[in-house]
């Protein structure tokens, strides 16, 4: 059986499942294509953006009370993580049906649950529960997302060692927890779960740590992170993982020479995600991957068939849900036959914010970046701690650096503090507009609050 489509979206992410809503209203025939029906969403409001930061609030609740003494014992720690976590997963299950529900009511949207596998440049074969159908559409969007990276070594399919979607679905807190990988989504892990009290051990296999930053304010982070109890081994390889109980595996590793083992509840692998192109056919298309497994796009989102467009995590680049939002507004004219007002070139100074405690955010140009293009600037640095606000809060950690170039702009930003998240919209918005220093230095804010300080820093 052959049904055909005006638009066909593989994947329900925030791409995909835009697109299918706007271009069905449009009056369009739109086919969407989802695999796992505890996907409807997209990654990041299932295993991804939401139900990690319900944690991370969840999380810093508990850190901000034991400054006030108020603490306790395993039992009571883990019964509170029982709790956070059916907080997250009540969140999670509303959001997948109203996402679910998008589409289901919508005119002109047919679903499809199943494994899409392409059969040709305009044809996709859905392998369902009850059989596979063909689908033929004029136009294609691939919308599959990315995969968590996984451990070529001996043990690493025990049940204790989990990736950053598995680590969502624990139903006790660990009382310690091995995290292999540096990067930010093992911070962010790293992060929460000391403040819910777990011992945490991060592992790096060399001796980076946020080599992209400037390093005074790596050193910072690093600092203001290890106050928490976090242990960081550097230098520091898994050569395997043995099974030890029911709870705890035994892990041995290589650390500058010499071999130790240590024992942990749970281990999560944190190396990074890849596209998710797994048995998805391109080689039946004339769609090109990359050398990192991404599907290659040009300015406009299409790929070597002309047909096809790839958004969000899958063409590589920033996985950032904002992003993959982005890429709709520049597929969605495309698709509609409009004129296209928006491209991948056009996306100048994205702002981008790690959701450690407190929150680490950037925008711009850091010093090393700009050194190495020889640009020239000024820096205005402040610590968090002098701050009325923090001080109100009792959030005194951290640090505001801000670059400005020759014309009294600001280039790059870096903010290190609790509202950082929401402060560098502010200034990445500042940067892409041009708005000069003298107008934000002199900007009546209200009072008190983080992003006043701005009349103290660009003084």
Not at 24 to 39: F, H, R, T, W, Y
Not at 226 to 235: A, C, D, R, T, Y
Not at 379 to 386: E, G, N
Request: charged share 30%; hydrophobic share 40%.
């Amino acid at each position: 059986m052959e049904k055909k489509y005006d638009l066909l979206v593989i994947g329900w992410g925030k791409a995909g499942k835009t697109l299918a809503a706007k271009v069905s209203a449009s009056g369009k025939k739109v086919a969407i294509i989802e695999e796992n029906p505890n996907m409807y969403g997209g990654t990041c409001i299932n295993v991804g953006c939401l139900p990690t930061k319900s944690l991370v609030h969840s999380a810093k609740i508990l850190s901000q009370v034991k400054k006030y003494g108020i603490d306790g014992d395993y039992n009571f720690k883990n019964d509170y993580f029982v709790k956070s976590m059916e907080k997250k997963n009540e969140m999670t299950k509303k959001l997948r049906n109203k996402n679910y529900l998008l589409l289901e009511n919508a005119e002109n949207v047919d679903i499809f649950l199943g494994k899409a596998s392409f059969v040709s440049n305009n044809e996709v074969k859905v392998k369902k529960t009850d059989g596979e159908v063909v689908l033929k559409a004029e136009k294609i969007v691939i919308n599959t997302g990315s995969v968590s990276r996984t451990l070529n070594i001996e043990g690493a399919d025990n049940k204790n060692v989990l990736t950053s979607e598995g680590i969502l679905d624990l139903t006790a807190l660990p009382k310690k927890l091995l995290i292999i990988g540096a990067g930010y989504i093992g911070l962010e892990f790293a992060s929460y779960f000391a403040n819910f009290g777990t011992e945490v051990t991060v592992f790096q296999f060399d001796d980076s740590f946020l080599p992209r930053e400037d390093e005074d304010e790596s050193k910072i982070v690093k600092e203001t992170l290890e106050k928490k109890g976090i242990k960081f081994l550097f230098n520091t390889a898994t050569k395997k993982i043995v099974a030890n109980g029911e709870d705890e595996v035994k892990v041995v590793y290589t650390r500058e020479g010499n071999d130790s083992e240590e024992v942990f509840n749970k281990v999560l692998v944190a190396v990074g995600r890849r596209p998710d192109i797994d048995n998805l056919g391109l080689e039946n298309t004339d769609v090109k991957v990359g050398k990192f497994g991404e599907i290659v796009v040009n300015d406009e989102l299409k790929t070597d068939a002309q047909n096809i467009w790839a958004a969000g995590d899958v063409k590589g680049g920033p996985q950032f849900t904002y992003v993959s939002l982005d890429d709709f507004r520049i597929i969605l004219p495309q698709i509609l036959e409009d004129k296209v007002k928006r491209h991948v070139s056009d996306r100048v100074m994205i702002p981008t914010s790690t959701f450690i405690d407190p929150p680490y955010s950037r925008v711009g140009l850091n010093e090393k970046e700009a050194q190495r293009l020889r640009i020239k600037y000024t820096k205005k640095f402040a610590l968090t701690m002098t701050i009325p606000k923090a001080h109100v809060i009792d959030e005194t950690e951290g640090f505001t650096k801000i670059l400005i170039n020759e014309n009294d702009e600001i280039i790059g930003a870096s903010v290190f503090n609790y509202e950082s998240h929401e402060i560098i919209n502010f200034l990445a918005l500042a940067i892409n507009q041009k708005i000069k220093v003298e107008v934000l230095k002199n900007f009546i804010y209200t009072h008190p609050i983080i992003t006043e300080s701005f009349n103290d820093i660009l003084a």
